[in-house]
């Protein structure tokens, strides 16, 4: 799991206001009726970000992100991917298989429908994977998947059909993740001349990106300029 039940994002530099936030609810092409929570900034800079959560779905972590991403001036929707299930075990890696790879695709899109300029999907763990497969899924306006931790290994499948550039943002010491995976992933992305950066923070914990880890203070600054300079909002 990628944070404890009482973690919360960083904010980004020079945070500004928040326009207004809360719940919303999506409907994906299927049908599907997916929980969401959106939050604007009282001063946008024309960007908006689809936030991909870990395997917890909606928590109060990623309804706090998307309002760190509106203070930096992005239109923000954090989805769940659990509102196609009645029930969902309470075991995080059980959660893993209701996260099916074309209901995220489909439930992606629906939150870009809801967005305007160019988008970027930004997720963790779980999401990360998640967000470095959207490069793949052709949706219209989005413009870079950011991904901290994330799976490789569950990407590959779909890297010869990434058409948009990515951003891999690495614990250096990920106890969910081997770092050659990594960096064998890297190598791919290279020789296929996909579009890419990669930043391993030496020596962090997966799950860094986190008020509560003091000593990752840095890495955490580090880590949303290179989000806002992939974005061009900075």
């Keep these: 799991m990628c944070h404890t039940h009482d973690s919360r994002p960083p904010a980004a530099p020079n945070p500004g206001?928040?326009?207004?936030?809360?719940?919303?609810e999506l409907v994906s092409a299927d049908g599907t009726r997916v929980r969401a929570y959106r939050a604007r900034p009282a001063a946008p800079n024309g960007r908006s970000v689809v936030i991909l959560p870990d395997v917890r779905g909606l928590h109060p972590f990623y309804e706090a992100l998307a309002g760190r991403f509106a203070e930096a001036g992005f239109t923000a929707i954090a989805i769940d991917y659990f509102g196609r299930h009645t029930e969902v075990p309470e075991d995080m890696w059980a959660r893993f298989s209701f996260i099916q790879h074309d209901h995220v695709k489909t439930d992606v899109a629906a939150a870009f429908a809801e967005l305007d300029g160019p988008v970027y999907t930004v997720g963790f763990c779980a999401g990360g994977t998640q967000s470095w497969r959207q490069a793949a899924a052709g949706h219209p306006g989005?413009?870079?998947?950011?991904?901290f931790y994330g799976m490789p290994q569950l990407v590959e499948d779909v890297l010869d059909d990434m058409e948009v550039p990515m951003l891999l943002l690495i614990a250096g010491n990920d106890?969910?993740?081997?770092q050659?995976?990594?960096?064998?992933?890297?190598?791919?992305?290279?020789?296929?001349g996909k579009p890419y950066e990669m930043k391993v923070y030496e020596g962090a914990p997966h799950s860094f990106f986190d008020v509560a880890h003091e000593q990752w203070r840095e890495a955490c600054d580090d880590a949303w300029e290179r989000v806002l300079r992939f974005t061009g909002a900075m």
Excluded: D, K, S, Y
């Design 17 to 24: 206001e928040i326009a207004e936030q809360g719940p919303i």
């Design 142 to 147: 989005h413009a870079g998947a950011i991904g």
């Design 175 to 178: 106890a969910a993740t081997e």
């Design 180 to 192: 050659a995976a990594f960096t064998a992933f890297a190598e791919r992305l290279a020789v296929a």
